[in-house]
């Protein structure tokens, strides 16, 4: 890319009509390649500081022209559409044309490794990137048994480095994002590694849980009764049974 190609392309980031202004940076590979993108992708600051609790507390429930999309989405992939802003919010402050200094792109911050696996051709198109990134999320939550946690962990690091530590990776950028999309999920940052409304994740109801009954063997009438329930009940009575087969066989 040339000089003045360059430049033009920073000059475009910061005259996008309809957006907020940030500062452009760029990076020379050490290939030579250069990278330029802007502050306000994972990473974003406000006043040249990482937003405040209060800050992201007071954004979670700003409406946005992308909450009908987020919730049609939300809805098709079984995940919570509080989820979904929650994380959108943590990664692009709501901000379409974010530019991460790794390269992730959009509302929700899609790698372009990512945003080729779930068939999104522009990120910068907010109804690909949420669709994509919501997609994204949706298996990481099959992938993590409903641990919001590790999901969150996952969409921030990757699974590979989830898996390989078998839970939030030691990083700091990692678990300051974890902290940071729990509270604004939660809105105390009290919530458990859970999800409510029937949605992908682990129940917030409280399990009810029994004593364990031993499995015996009866044997009645010529056939062999598999039962947890102690002694059967007297003849003419049913109960249910965990199986039943031929006494001769």
């Not at 902290?179 to 409304?197: D, F, I, K, Q, T």
């Not at 917030?204 to 598999?226: C, F, M, N, Q, Y």
Request: hydrophobic letters at 40%.
């Amino acid at each position: 890319m040339s000089r003045l190609a360059v430049l033009c392309a920073a000059g475009a980031l910061l005259v996008l009509p309809g957006e907020s202004r940030a500062d452009v940076k760029l990076i020379r590979k050490a290939g030579g390649g250069a990278v330029i993108f802007n502050s306000i992708g994972s990473g974003w600051k406000v006043g040249g500081r990482a937003p405040s609790d209060a800050f992201l507390l007071a954004r979670r429930d700003t409406a946005t022209a992308f909450d009908e999309t987020i919730r049609r989405h939300a809805e098709r992939e079984r995940v919570d559409p509080r989820l979904v802003k929650s994380v959108m919010l943590v990664e692009s402050n709501f901000n379409p044309r974010a530019v991460s200094p790794k390269g992730a792109r959009g509302l929700m911050q899609l790698m372009p490794g990512t945003a080729r696996r779930y068939g999104v051709r522009d990120s910068f198109d907010p109804h690909e990137n949420i669709r994509g990134g919501t997609a994204y999320l949706s298996d990481l939550l099959g992938i993590f048994d409903g641990d919001l946690v590790r999901t969150l962990a996952a969409y921030n690091a990757g699974e590979g480095a989830v898996q390989r530590y078998r839970g939030v990776p030691p990083y700091r950028e990692t678990q300051e994002y974890v902290r940071r999309a729990m509270l604004v999920y939660s809105g105390n940052g009290n919530a458990g590694p859970v999800l409510a409304g029937g949605f992908k994740g682990m129940s917030t109801s409280p399990s009810r849980r029994t004593a364990a009954a031993p499995v015996k063997l009866h044997r009645e009438d010529g056939v062999l009764l598999i039962s947890n329930l102690g002694d059967l009940p007297s003849a003419g009575r049913t109960a249910p049974v965990l199986g039943r087969v031929s006494a001769n066989r």
